[in-house]
């Protein structure tokens, strides 16, 4: 069955360091999207693409970047850590309707 | 995008019937109306979509006025299992126009459900 995975599940890192969250679907899907989830924000959108070579920053983009090379994946990059970017990071990805989730990487920045 | 506002949270015991009203007054007339289920410790899951009156699936069914300013989201008979958040979400071109879509989800509604 298609599927879309994130790794690591949990990551604890320290502040300052580069962090690489990965997301792969196998839907084939053009559309991925990555969101933050904190108390009392629900889901907020980082970055999205709609396609190979494709980037767009969402409303807290600040401190991340993706980059798209394959159909395949998306991984969210955290140039330098920091204690407000602890938080529950979901992957998701579309073919122009539902979005369809990964499980969520639970990142904790010390 | 148009903003939607939903309660924070919800009460009901199993076998009712529960109704989460989301208010979306500046819809667009390209935006559908969708919701989300969203379980701990895992990813919003799809629930129903739609763009004005009723929509009936195995799930839930949804209620869309006229005007579209508010949808409802009813859930026949619930149980123990339905316990989650339910996000409403405004959006263009979730499924006909094409290009992706860029959904805004709010804090949801925190619906528990008692025995």
């Known amino acids: 069955d298609a599927e879309i995975t994130q790794s690591p599940r949990h990551k604890i890192t320290e502040t300052g360091r580069q962090v690489t969250l990965a997301c792969h679907q196998t839907?084939?899907?053009?559309?991925m999207f990555w969101y933050r989830q904190d108390l009392g924000h629900g889901l907020r959108l980082i970055h999205y693409s709609y396609g190979v070579q494709d980037t767009n920053k969402g409303e807290v983009s600040d401190g991340y970047s993706v980059s798209r090379s394959n159909t395949e994946d998306l991984p969210l990059t955290l140039e330098s850590a920091a204690s407000s970017q602890t938080s529950v990071y979901f992957c998701?990805?579309?073919?122009?309707?539902?979005?369809?989730f990964g499980e969520g990487s639970r990142l904790t920045v010390l | 995008l148009a903003k939607t506002t939903q309660p924070i949270s919800m009460d009901s015991y199993e076998g009712q019937e529960v109704n989460i009203t989301c208010s979306h007054n500046?819809?667009?007339?390209?935006?559908?109306i969708t919701w989300y289920q969203q379980f701990p410790s895992q990813g919003p899951r799809f629930i129903i979509q739609?763009?004005?009156t009723k929509v009936t699936n195995e799930v839930a069914s949804l209620f869309i006025p006229a005007d579209r300013k508010s949808s409802t989201l009813s859930l026949p008979r619930v149980s123990l299992s339905d316990t989650a958040v339910y996000y409403c979400?405004?959006?263009?071109?979730?499924?006909?126009?094409?290009?992706?879509?860029?959904?805004?989800f709010g804090t949801g509604t925190q619906l528990k459900v008692e025995l």
């Open positions: 839907w084939n899907h053009n559309n």
């Open positions: 998701a990805s579309s073919d122009d309707g539902e979005l369809f």
């Open positions: 979400l405004v959006g263009e071109g979730l499924v006909v126009t094409g290009g992706g879509n860029k959904l805004t």
């Open positions: 500046n819809i667009a007339t390209n935006d559908y």
């Open positions: 739609g763009y004005k």
